[in-house]
């Protein structure tokens, strides 16, 4: 513990501000038919921002820095390598997207760059304040962002929706918090532990974990705080839907399991029955939502809504319970990741069959598949990996989820039962849409071949989306490391 | 052959999925191409399985060993390993897996449901080949839930592309739905809410089994040692586990009341898929309660055989007096697989040597006998256009081979003695009459008088069948139609069927000799062997 600072533990966010800098240089500098340069530097700066990555978890140290307030550990190293890669397949995704619509692409990348900055920071907080700074700098740009379709009303609809409610759960959660401090005197998460294990009964720390869950639960966008979540998927540019839907709900997620589990495991009688409630509606509505949708990123939203809810099944159940809270938090952790892989996945796709079809609609999909086959597979690929259909991926997030709420307790059984009608409810919508693209007949007109394919860089994305979706779920064993990283956090933190 | 003895069983179930990946590779266009590596690969794969018949030791030895054992570490994270292996058991129903497989790739070759596309159809098939194999050799529970699980994504494509196009009102909606688009999500959603309850048992057995010696395992020859020792013996846990495990394979069998899926799904499903599903999968189900739910849980099945061997019963008499109601003859077909299944699930319920045997033997001809009906009323539907039993009458003047071949199998089927569907229904009735010391003899006689009622009903349907579609005078409107009678290629898939009909109806030793020793080891580990009459005398008596 100490004040020095470790310059090779903070390289990746180091590079990042680099890179991020180097993009808004470039774009003052560079010609208007030359501005596609700031993508190449933005994705070249994240795949950089890897390498120090992977020296450290080689390493294999736990670097504490600024008196603990900021932890470089397996734990971050796992979230922020996850931060990175999806970084980097929302930029291969934004490339074309961005440059044939003739957004301003350099201020795109920097605003992006600044929000991966926030997720990495995010990653290795260990106190109040360096956490609420890393999760405002993750949704700050994002309020820009998804209003970058300025001619399009939806996209303004999108981001006035998203930062007026983005800006109350902001109030609400550092209203929480400042009770939190006010109350423990301190900002430090084990402190905080320490101070309020003889708390449990008092009203203020109530009220604080309510306006915290509050708070965070509008930013993972979990029942009944979900409501900006459509309008706002729906209306923001698509690689900004995807990466709204993985990294910023990855953040708000990480943010809030670390707070109530380092922070607050004393008052877990206080926060678990309502994390049991958040997940059983956000499942439940997210799931019953999604069936009745007509437009493919509708649907994918109120899906992403219900996979919340799965999410914070292992941790509401084990919480609930009393049981051990690292093998629930190790669940979650591989349920995000594997997540995040195949919710990108599926929106790559979706940007490429929107290109194709020319339209969001389900009905507009029909028949995809016969005439681009490649497209139709990977679309069943990503929606029955959604779907938790083996030998894809999204089963052993599945299996890890009812895995760790196979605890012998009436509310975890509850929860046991719900997720699994869920899961099936779940299957019926996901298979809605690969019906639409291989049993139905085709409706409307297809763009032609030559302007409808995919450029280099989203095809790039899609490879390795279903890459490791299909190796995850062949063999898992590749991805379980992730659960390891839980336990660090439980034992060093 | 010491490599074979390790890759054997890998190399039986992976290589139509190398195939699958290969065809990927083809061009659409080259059809010969695609077919030629697809039949080459079923091929390899039913002689890589003929191969582990080859060196297989019948001398069997106890239970719970197994031949051709792969252990390797798959997901270290959750104790779950690649563990594969075949005992008297699974040998006969794999060998029937590679076996109609191939034959369905040969049938296939110049009969394609619209909308054609062999390459995508081969590939799907290749992928379910794999799933199928998979399931009869795993011996990990993770394995066979995923094993079990590949089968729905290529069967949901085949019924719901290739499936049948005719409209359908579904009670309850206002739209009209395409059957082939009800019946695939239909049988998706069933099978999916079944095996999710199935996944849920599995994990509590992985729960319970930590407290034990081996730690937490998913290993079934680690779990059925805990079983025979009464580990599992806490009734509430058991009894929610069995029920969960039931669901699951109940639905796949499928029994009563879970088995509506199944009439739409054959029906709806192109001809090879009505096929596999008949022939294969919902062997699957039955062959899962007595890999797992049996050895694992004995105690428990004592308490469920009954009420097994009652849905069974209900089955048997439900299936043929739905059978007596159709006017389709696939859809027929389909509900007879209710029937059929119900004498293979009463074997298996009375918990005895001679009706675990049944049950074996019954899925083997049930799959050989019925997988051989959808093919020939999907042949015949081919060239009538119609499955109408109403307008296809006279169909042996017409087609005189096709007919003969549809009246021989109708008769396998009602189980005339000498031909396969004999054994099953035969001795699974003569089980109910001595089910296992200790369950209720009135429910399994009663159940018997029932079963031998429901013997006679199945020869009532088919025989109605036969004579409303081969006997009679042909209908007007096939006047000026040019038939076809049986082609080469149907007749290269169809004449292994017959001969093996024949031959297992003549000589089950075929099978009992692969089987006895593993079923009656079962019985004894599981249920302390008591059983009063020994398998020998019956089989003996043949």
């Known amino acids: 513990m100490g004040y020095e600072i470790d310059y090779l533990a903070l390289a990746p966010e180091l590079i990042i501000v680099g890179t991020l800098i180097l993009v808004l240089v470039l774009d003052l500098i560079l010609h208007r038919e030359n501005k596609y340069w700031t993508a190449t530097v933005a994705v070249a700066g994240t795949a950089l921002a890897l390498i120090p990555l992977g020296m450290l978890a080689i390493n294999g140290e736990t670097i504490s820095m600024f008196d603990g307030s900021y932890v470089v550990d397996e734990f971050a190293l796992v979230l922020k390598g996850l931060f990175l890669v999806a970084a980097y397949i929302v930029f291969l995704m934004s490339h074309h997207y961005i440059e044939s619509e003739r957004y301003y692409q350099g201020e795109y990348y920097f605003l992006l760059l600044a929000s991966i900055l926030g997720s990495l920071v995010m990653a290795s907080a260990r106190d109040l304040i360096v956490l609420f700074i890393g999760l405002e700098l993750v949704t700050g740009p994002l309020y820009l962002l998804a209003g970058w379709r300025k001619g399009d009303v939806k996209s303004n609809e999108a981001s006035m929706k998203y930062f007026i409610l983005g800006v109350l759960s902001t109030a609400l959660l550092l209203y929480g918090m400042s009770l939190l401090f006010g109350l423990t005197g301190e900002v430090g998460f084990t402190e905080i532990a320490a101070a309020t294990a003889s708390l449990s009964a008092e009203p203020a720390l109530v009220v604080s974990i309510l306006f915290m869950l509050v708070g965070f639960g509008f930013k993972v966008a979990a029942v009944p705080f979900h409501f900006w979540a459509p309008d706002t998927y729906e209306g923001a540019p698509t690689p900004i839907t995807a990466y709204l839907s993985v990294n910023s709900k990855a953040a708000g997620f990480v943010a809030m399991l670390i707070v109530m589990y380092q922070a607050l495991p004393g008052a877990s009688d206080i926060w678990a029955p309502a994390l049991w409630l958040l997940a059983a509606l956000s499942m439940t509505v997210g799931n019953l939502s999604a069936l009745r949708q007509t437009n493919i990123v509708r649907l994918l939203a ?53 290109r194709k079809t020319q339209t969001g609609t389900l009905e507009g999909w029909s028949g995809l598949g016969r005439v681009d086959p490649i497209l139709g597979v990977l679309t069943a690929v990503f929606f029955f990996s959604l779907a938790g259909i083996p030998p894809l991926a999204g089963w052993f997030a599945k299996f890890e989820m009812f895995r760790s709420v196979m605890i012998a307790d009436p509310a975890t059984i509850a929860l046991a039962v719900i997720a699994a009608v869920n899961a099936v409810i779940a299957f019926y919508y996901y298979a809605k849409v690969v019906k639409a693209v291989w049993l139905d007949d085709p409706v409307g007109e297809f763009a032609d071949e030559a302007a409808a394919a995919p450029a280099g860089s989203l095809r790039l994305a899609l490879g390795v989306a279903v890459a490791l979706t299909v190796a995850i779920g062949i063999y898992p064993s590749i991805a379980t490391f992730v659960q390891d990283a839980a336990q660090v956090l439980a034992t060093g933190g | 052959m010491e490599w074979f003895e390790t890759w054997g069983l890998t190399l039986t179930v992976f290589l139509p999925v190398v195939g699958a990946v290969l065809l990927g590779f083809i061009n659409k266009e080259n059809e010969d191409a695609l077919k030629r590596t697809a039949l080459t690969f079923t091929v390899l794969a039913f002689l890589a399985s003929v191969g582990v018949v080859v060196g297989f030791d019948f001398g069997g030895g106890a239970y719970n060993t197994y031949q051709y054992e792969v252990n390797e570490t798959w997901i270290g994270a959750i104790d779950s390993n690649y563990h594969v292996g075949v005992d008297g058991i699974s040998l006969p129903l794999l060998v029937l897996s590679t076996f109609v497989m191939v034959l369905a790739v040969i049938y296939s070759w110049n009969h394609w449901d619209e909308p054609k596309n062999p390459k995508a159809f ?94 937490r395992t998913f290993d079934i020859p680690q779990l059925t040692e805990l079983g025979s020792q009464g580990f599992f013996a806490n009734p509430t846990f058991a009894f929610f586990v069995f029920g969960a495990m039931f669901l699951g394979f109940a639905v796949k069998v499928p029994m009563f009341p879970l088995h509506t899926w199944l009439p739409d799904a054959h029906t709806a499903a192109p001809t090879v898929g009505s096929v596999l599903l008949a022939a294969i999968l919902l062997k699957l189900g039955s ?73 074996v033997i019954g899925m083997v001809a049930h799959g050989l006998i019925t997988g051989l009906l959808f093919f020939l009323a999907g042949s015949m539907s081919h060239r009538y256009h119609t499955r109408e039993m109403a307008r296809l009458g006279g169909n042996i003047k017409l087609m005189p081979v096709m007919g003969g071949i549809l009246a021989f199998t109708a008769m396998a089927s009602l189980g005339l003695p000498g031909l396969a569907g004999f054994w099953g229904e035969f001795m699974s009735l003569v089980a109910a009459y001595n089910p296992l010391d200790g369950l209720s003899l009135g429910v399994f006689r009663t159940g018997m008088v ?93």
């Open chain 2, 287 to 359: 062959y899962g309660f007595i890999r797992i739910s049996l050895p694992i849980l004995p105690d428990e099945a004592r308490n469920w055989a009954p009420f097994i061997a009652i849905l069974a019963v209900i089955g048997i008499i439900y299936g043929s007096l739905a059978c007596l109601a159709q006017t389709d003859m696939k859809r027929l077909i389909a509900f007879s697989s209710v029937g059929h299944m119900g004498f293979v699930m009463l074997g298996i319920a009375t918990l005895t040597d001679i009706g675990i045997n049944a049950a």
């Open chain 1, 302 to 354: 109120y899906s992403s809504v219900a996979q919340a809810g799965f999410m914070l099944v292992p941790f509401a159940a084990a919480a609930v319970a009393d049981a051990n809270l690292e093998e629930a938090f190790g669940a979650t952790l591989i349920y995000l990741v594997i997540y995040a892989i195949m919710n990108l996945g599926a929106f790559a796709v979706v940007i490429a069959g929107a």
């Open chain 2, 122 to 215: 081969l590939i799907l098939m290749l992928i379910l080949a794999t799933g199928m194999n998979g399931t009869f050799v795993a011996l990990d529970l993770v394995l066979f839930f995923i094993f079990f699980e590949i089968v729905l994504l290529p069967m949901y494509f085949m019924i719901g592309i290739w499936g049948d196009k005719s409209p359908r009102k579904v009670p309850g909606f206002s739209k009209v739905f395409e059957t082939r688009l009800y019946a695939a999500i239909k049988f998706f959603l069933f099978t999916l809410f079944g095996s999710a309850f199935m996944l849920l048992g599995f994990l509590a057995l992985y729960f319970e089994s930590g407290s034990s010696s081996f730690g």
């Open chain 2, 450 to 542: 029932l079963g031998a009622v429901g013997t006679v009903l199945t020869a009532g349907y088919m025989l109605w069948m036969l004579q409303r579609v081969n006997l009679g005078e042909p209908s007007a409107e096939w006047e000026g139609h040019e038939l076809h009678d049986v082609d080469r290629f149907e007749l290269t898939a169809w004449v292994p069927l017959i001969i093996l009909i024949v031959v297992i109806g003549f000589y089950p030793k075929v099978i009992f000799d692969t089987t006895t020793d593993a079923v009656t080891s079962l019985v004894e580990m599981a249920f302390g062997g008591d059983t009063t009459a020994s398998i020998t005398s019956v089989v003996k008596g043949s």
